[in-house]
Structure formats: C-alpha cells, structure tokens
C-alpha cells in the first residue's frame, strides 16, 4: 500500500498550488482521507480532512477559506488546492489514510501516510 504525495514546490506569498494523493495497492474509497504538514522545527499539525464520500471536510482554523480538499474516488486520489500561500505555511505536506469513514484532526486515527512533498512560500 502506498501514498504517493505530490505537487508541491516553490511559490511566492499569495500564490497557489495543488497537491495531489494518489494511492496505490487498495482502494480508500471508504475510508476517510487527510492532510498534515510539519514546518521545519515544529510538530506534525493537521490541515484537512474529508470523509470517505466528500460530504464532510474539515480545516484547521489557520486554512480555511484558503484551502480545498476534495477527493476522486475512481483514481483513488485526494487532493489540496491551496491558494493565497502564506510564508507561514511553508512545510513538508503528508496525505493520509484514516481508518474510519468520516475524518478527523487526530494522526493517531490514521494508518497509512505518504512520503510527503515540499511546499515553499516566499515573502
């Protein structure tokens, strides 16, 4: 089973970008799906979250209204579409599968994580 993060890369503050979560050896399609970052020297935070069938999502507070996940059921994938990049979210991005259906902000909650792709915002 694997995750496979990417998207990411170098983008001026104000900027935007789309991430993508293609999985691979199973289906997630029932499973909710996520997305955490970890900027350089601080923990791993959450960012969003979407149930298994896209009717529920979830942001942390510092991304709402910035931020979009949505989900394909059908190529296995989640994505993050991310505009008005701020410095402040300069980090490396990690898509995860959770074990249940509808989502949360809780990592302990998810069983399977990606690699993760690198996201850099300029000032």
């Known amino acids: 089973v694997q995750l496979q993060a990417s998207g990411g890369g170098l983008v001026q503050a104000g900027g935007s970008l789309r991430l993508s979560c293609a999985a691979s050896?199973?289906?997630?399609?029932?499973?909710?799906m996520g997305w955490f970052r970890q900027a350089p020297g601080k923990e791993r935070e959450f960012v969003a979250a979407?149930?298994?069938?896209?009717?529920?999502?979830y942001y942390v507070d510092s991304v709402k209204g910035r931020f979009t996940i949505s989900r394909d059921n059908a190529k296995n994938t989640v994505y993050l579409e991310m505009n008005s990049l701020k410095p402040d979210d300069t980090a490396v991005y990690y898509c995860?599968?959770?074990?249940?259906?509808?989502?949360?902000?809780?990592?302990?909650?998810?069983?399977?994580w990606g690699q993760g792709t690198l996201v850099t915002v300029s000032s």
């Open positions: 979407i149930s298994w069938n896209g009717g529920r999502t």
């Open positions: 995860a599968a959770d074990r249940r259906s509808v989502g949360g902000s809780d990592p302990t909650r998810y069983d399977y």
């Open positions: 050896g199973r289906t997630f399609s029932n499973n909710a």
